[in-house]
């Protein structure tokens, strides 16, 4: 492998981009693996899993490249930098970089140097300036807890108005997204954390200047509860639907959609109409009628995650996708609110009926139905037909009589037997929620007639497969290969 070209090399590191520890290795190979690797590493060395404060190299690297004059500067203001700073390096690193994170280089790279605040600010103000003057092409910034109007310094119009991605918060003021929404429009990915209690106006301002957006993501992210000054999230939704003919990705977690935004976001999801990601989490007080859930079609979507939300308004969903889906993953955290749910058998029956005439893609899937002869007939039709399944989560909830040791052990043998009778070669992970439980016997028999073409990884949250009988026959069958992991753990992690 160290014979391979460079071009081939570049192609191979590019695919461990998100690996930093493979990557780092990587360097210590040979010269051409070095000489390969640091420009991917460089592209946005600030999103490796590292503890930075630690990495005074980063800091020092950086500071090389700040003029005599300016290094002479802040020496005199007390600021301290290593030897490093003033020698000579390896690589031109900066001309690499395409990133910039004001999180890091505010609370881990800038304290290294000093830890006075007037010095601080000093040393942001030149580095932000140093980084928009070098990168020769800036693609992603995350602004969260910025202090300085990066958009007036030299080269800042160039280098924004070519900017991919942003993240920014609504703590930061809304005079600095005017700033930005002035030059940056073209942003095709734009994540925002909701801080305050007020809605940010300037934020509102940015998302109505794209001309390109594809991709947005909100998160509330709030330790208490607030009393909100006005709603923060009723102006982005109506922005955002003005970005329908190209948004294709839509993340949200409202956290107090109780209070604000359920109105805004049931008449502006149906407008959406290019969606080919869904995901809705902590939407327990999101609620579509029949006819608004029949409202929402999405041609195009493959992945739909949305924590709470009826079996029929699912049903419709996937009823009117274009047959692309390859993620269905619903009911987070909230499978005894469907007990209650009016013909749950029926919807349910329907669900699972939908998903096989309109889901022939679908590698991942979250299932609820009843244990009843009916619905393990219909699932062994959708293991039969959904043959690119790689995932699956069950739920299992008898919604008319009270469920006994003896009947969840049955329920477990009848869907173990169905597991096996059908399953889909590509099948490689089960989940099971809440209580499963299969019996040493039943379990052993499902294993020795495992035949996917993957070895079988377990999740379960009952921790009767912690006994002695059970650790003994799940090594048994992880020693031949049937089994890749088995794991048992809280409730709230068995879902993805």
């Known amino acids: 492998m160290s014979q391979l070209n460079k071009d081939i090399l570049f192609l191979l590191f590019e695919e461990l981009r998100d690996d930093s520890k493979s990557l780092f290795s990587c360097l210590l190979v040979n010269r051409l693996w070095c000489e390969t690797v640091i420009p991917i590493l460089w592209r946005n060395p600030w999103c490796y899993g590292i503890n930075y ?21 802040l020496t005199s203001q007390g600021i301290n930098f290593p030897p490093i700073s003033y020698q000579s390096l390896l690589f031109n690193y900066l001309s690499f970089c395409k990133s910039i994170n004001v999180n890091i280089i505010n609370n881990s790279v800038i304290p290294i140097g000093s830890s006075l605040a007037y010095n601080q600010f000093l040393l942001q103000q030149e580095f932000y300036n140093l980084l928009i003057t070098t990168c020769s092409e800036l693609k992603y910034l995350d602004m969260k807890s910025i202090n300085h109007q990066i958009f007036y310094f030299p080269k800042a ?67 208490d509860e607030y009393n909100f000054i006005e709603d923060p999230y009723k102006e ?73 939300i009826t079996i029929s308004a699912a049903s419709n969903i996937i009823e009117n996708n274009g047959g692309h889906l390859k ?52 699932f062994e039709k959708l293991l039969k037909v959904c043959q690119n399944l790689k995932s699956l989560l069950i739920v299992i909830t008898d919604v008319d009589k009270e469920e006994t040791f003896e ?67 799940i090594n048994k069958y992880k020693n031949d290969g049937v089994i890749k992991d088995f794991r048992v753990v809280p409730g709230s992690e068995i879902y993805y």
């Not at 955290?333 to 469907?338: P, R, S, T």
């Not at 096989?356 to 393990?376: A, D, N, R, V």
């Open 327 to 378: 993620e269905i993953i619903l009911f987070k955290g909230c499978y005894e609110y469907f007990e209650f749910e009016d013909n749950f058998n029926e919807a349910s029956l329907n669900f699972i009926h939908n998903i096989c005439e309109h889901c022939p893609s679908i590698e991942y899937l979250t299932l609820l139905f009843s244990p009843t002869k009916e619905h393990f007939t219909k």
């Open 157 to 223: 119009e160039a280098r924004l108005e070519t900017l991919y991605e942003l993240r920014c918060n609504t703590s930061v003021d809304s005079s600095y997204f005017y700033g930005l929404a002035r030059i940056c429009q073209n942003i095709q990915k734009l994540i925002i954390i909701n801080n305050t209690i007020k809605a940010n106006h300037g934020i509102v301002k940015l998302i109505e200047v794209q001309e390109n957006l594809k991709n947005f993501e909100w998160k509330d992210d709030f330790e």
């Open 53 to 73: 404060k630690n990495k005074s190299y980063l800091f020092a690297i950086i500071a090389f490249y700040l003029p005599n004059g300016i290094k002479e500067f």
């Open 236 to 308: 982005a939704l109506l922005a955002l639907e003005k970005k329908a003919d190209n948004l294709n990705h839509l993340k949200i977690f409202f956290q107090y959609i109780i209070w604000f935004g359920h109105t805004s976001l049931q008449k502006v999801l149906p407008k959406l109409y290019k969606l080919k990601t869904l995901i809705i989490e902590n939407s327990f007080f999101i609620s579509f009628t029949e006819h608004q859930s029949k409202m929402l079609v999405y041609h195009d979507i493959e992945i739909l995650y949305i924590d709470f």
């Open 407 to 473: 009947s969840i052990s049955e329920n477990g043998a009848e869907l173990l037997k169905t597991l096996i009778s059908s399953v889909p070669n590509n099948l490689r992970e089960i989940r099971f929620f809440d209580d499963f439980k299969f019996s040493l016997q039943a379990l052993e028999e499902f294993l020795k007639q495992w035949k996917s073409q993957h070895a079988l990884s377990i999740f379960t949250s009952d921790y009767i497969y912690n006994g002695e009988d059970y650790k003994i026959l």
